[in-house]
């Protein structure tokens, strides 16, 4: 498995396979976080990419993985065939697998719309951690954390 730049996971994903599918954070802009300021930029790995690390790591791990966590910050704002993709992959690899989880924050969330947030479903995301750190746009503005 290749892994770039820093790695973050919540506490809940410690025993998750963390596999990841983006690099940096597409807005990187809040003032409070310092996890991408240094980089890397926000990308997407290629989807055979990311197929392969997850081949390696049903090698190394089989049928003892349960749970996947795709890092990196907002993987949800990668395309959608892409990140449908590897759930898809991912299930069909791993079978008991019971949850896959990424980051999004709520302007990403919003972007999809509802469609593609049902194919997701479909396809086995089945979580998303979201960072509420206020609902007030005046706080929003102030901490950089307002709609790109
Ligand atoms: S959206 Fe999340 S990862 Fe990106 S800069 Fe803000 S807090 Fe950091």
Redesign the pocket.
């Given at each position: 498995m290749r892994y770039e730049g820093p790695i973050y996971r919540p506490p809940s994903e410690a025993d998750s396979l963390l596999i990841q599918a983006t690099l940096g954070?597409p807005?990187?802009?809040?003032s409070?976080?310092m996890?991408?300021k240094k980089g890397p930029r926000f990308n997407v790995r290629p989807v055979s990419e990311i197929c392969e690390d997850i081949d390696e790591a049903f090698e190394l791990y089989g049928a003892k993985v349960r749970s996947i966590f795709f890092p990196a910050?907002?993987t949800i704002a990668m395309p959608t065939e892409d990140l449908a993709a590897i759930c898809l992959h991912s299930k069909m690899k791993f079978p008991a697998l019971q949850r896959i989880t990424v980051?999004g924050?709520s302007q990403y969330i919003v972007q999809k719309g509802l469609p593609d947030m049902r194919l997701l479903r479909e396809a086995g995301l089945s979580r998303i951690h979201v960072?509420l750190e206020s609902g007030d746009d005046t706080i929003l503005k102030r901490v950089k954390?307002e709609r790109d």
């Open positions: 954070c807005h990187n802009k809040c409070f976080c996890v991408y910050g907002n980051y924050s960072g954390k």
